[in-house]
């Protein structure tokens, strides 16, 4: 079986607060949020803005979900 490794948080909590990220998206992938979000204020949330901040974070996002999701297929194989 394989082992999986708990990822390493890329940003303190400490920089997480002062950059106002809601406890909610305070996850792995927070690091890429940061630049996200300072990029959406500055164009005013202009949707065809900021496009590779936002993929960038999405595919983290995704990345982090299928992570999560073979750690519990895995929990469910051991414990059949």
Known sequence: MEEFKEP???ISAEEMASARIPLRYRDYCAHM????????????????????????????????FMRRSKMLAQIKEQAK
């Open 33 to 64: 949020l940061v630049p996200l979000n300072k990029c959406r204020h500055r164009t005013m949330y202009m949707p065809w803005k900021c496009e590779e901040e936002r993929h960038a974070y999405e595919e983290c996002q995704y990345k982090d």
């Open 8 to 10: 390493e948080m890329k």
